[in-house]
């Protein structure tokens, strides 16, 4: 006879582990309107805020981010972005995302100011953003900054607030493993 409590506690367990990989699984779609395939991961990857921030906003709506690489191809011809989601809580207020010097990516090589881009105009978008009164937007991501994020074990996003302090989201779960699967499943290779 099985130990019930306790194989309830291994069964969750695993479940919470498979569905924590499913953000990892890359995923292509065809857009039909645009004639443009579309590679992502099934599931942007989640930040939260730093602890500081966290605790200043204990018992009240933290604000949460998301961010999800995007790779479009026109007839052979790849371009990338970074999708970035962000949802302001109670605390801290965003700026405008589109704004220069709102946002920076840190790195363990270092950081990376984010430069807003024009995505192309998709009839279904690769993330759905989390919350309407979030901001949506996407960023300017080269082959070698992708390979930089999916290398580093240190994933940051720095949102400059309306009050000009620094609001630092770090992911839920492990960036580097669904960076790296994604840009093994989009063929980028160190050549």
């Known amino acids: 006879m099985c130990n019930r409590p306790g194989f309830a506690i291994f069964l969750l367990t695993l479940l919470a582990g498979c569905a924590g990989q499913g953000s990892v699984i890359p995923i292509e779609a065809f857009d039909e309107k ?12 989640e930040l939260l805020p730093s602890a500081q921030v966290a605790a ?30 962000i949802a302001p809580g109670n605390g801290p207020q ?47 991501l080269s082959v070698q900054t992708l390979r930089r994020m999916a290398a ?9 607030s309306v009050d000009q302090s620094i609001i630092g989201f770090s992911p839920t779960l492990d960036a580097h493993t669904a960076l790296t699967e994604y840009v093994r499943s989009r063929g980028i290779t160190d050549d």
Do not use: C, M
């Open 152 to 160: 580093s074990r240190k994933l940051q996003l720095d949102v400059r």
């Open 56 to 85: 200043l906003t204990s018992g009240r709506r933290t604000s949460f981010a998301y961010i999800g690489p995007v790779e479009w191809n026109r007839s052979g011809v790849l371009t990338y972005g970074l999708w970035i989601h």
């Open 94 to 140: 965003p700026g405008d995302i589109r704004a220069a010097g709102t946002l920076t990516l840190v790195l363990d090589d270092g950081s990376l100011a984010l430069s807003p881009i024009q995505a192309l105009p998709l009839g279904q978008e690769p993330y759905k953003s989390v919350a309407s009164w979030g901001q949506t937007a996407y960023f300017d």
């Open 34 to 45: 645009t004639a443009v395939t579309v590679g992502a991961l099934k599931e942007p990857i």
